[in-house]
């Protein structure tokens, strides 16, 4: 049965994922993060919050997200989208 139960940003069984790399490492977080979830507007819920933390600290970011076509265990990510976010 397949479910679109709220699942952890980690978790492998999320059908999309981002990645969000810095311009300049954030102080206590580093140069990128990364964030899943079951649907895209989901998750750029989860991006916004990686995205405004770099902004408030003058940084600008560049967001990539992927989609599975496979469904989980299996993988096949394909690009979906990808953007800068400036200061």
Known sequence: MKTKAPLSARSPKNKFRATITYDRALKEIGGASSTGAMTVSE???????YTDQAKR??????????????EYPDF????????????
């Open 43 to 49: 998750l750029k819920d989860r991006v916004s919050f």
């Open 57 to 70: 600290n003058r940084v600008g970011s560049h967001v990539q997200i992927f989609e599975n076509k496979k």
């Open 76 to 87: 096949n990510w394909v690009k979906k989208e990808s953007y800068r976010v400036k200061i």
